[in-house]
């Protein structure tokens, strides 16, 4: 599931910095 965060180095992620925080606080709190 943080396979667009794991791409982001290799410029496969297509979100903006904002969104992969914003991503990253959103699965934080859903665990």
Known sequence: ESACME???V?????SV???KL???YLFFKM
Request: hydrophobic share 15%.
């Open 7 to 9: 791409d982001n180095e």
């Open 11 to 15: 410029g496969q992620c297509d979100l």
């Open 18 to 20: 904002g969104d992969q």
């Open 23 to 25: 991503t990253t606080v």
